[in-house]
């Protein structure tokens, strides 16, 4: 279904050569989710594992069972995607179709632990609020 889904969604709207980025709360540790292995077999990348490599385990939920959990991502699939880190955008060259970087993510608020779970006082959500920033390359805004 998933599977379908996205693919359907790229086709129809012809996407096929621009960065895709998938994200939400996938209810389940991310070794045991299918919509991971799915994602991982079709080349898209955690975004908050790709900016924060030495990170191995985050937990952005507690849930009912009082199991600390990772269960929120922010996905990037992209065919120009060059690993971190880019310390100068001129030094990247033959960007032929938009790309998008990312430059920045983790969970709110940053000043927290990321491997063990918080209690926040801000009453928004029982998940941490996950997020990634990301730059915009393409072959205009790049100088070669």
């Known amino acids: 279904m998933v599977d379908q889904t996205i693919e359907a969604f790229i086709k129809e709207n012809s996407l096929n050569n ?5 994200c ?10 299918v919509v991971n292995q799915y994602l991982k077999n079709k ?3 955690s975004t908050f594992n790709l900016v924060n490599p030495q990170q191995k385990h985050f937990v952005s939920h507690c849930n009912h069972l009082d199991q600390e959990v990772g269960v929120d991502f922010i996905f990037l699939k992209d065919s120009q995607y060059l690993a971190p880190p880019i310390q100068d955008s001129q030094s990247i060259l033959g960007i032929t179709a938009p790309h998008l970087y990312p430059i920045d ?6 000043d927290l632990k990321v491997d063990k779970w918080q209690s926040m006082d801000v009453p928004l ?3 941490r609020p996950l997020t990634t920033t990301f730059t915009f390359l393409n072959k205009n805004n790049i100088n070669n």
């Open 18 to 22: 621009l960065p895709v980025v998938v």
């Open 24 to 33: 939400g709360d996938l209810n389940t540790p991310l070794e045991n989710c």
């Open 43 to 45: 080349h898209y990348m």
């Open 105 to 110: 993510s983790y969970f709110f608020p940053r």
């Open 125 to 127: 959500s029982d998940h």
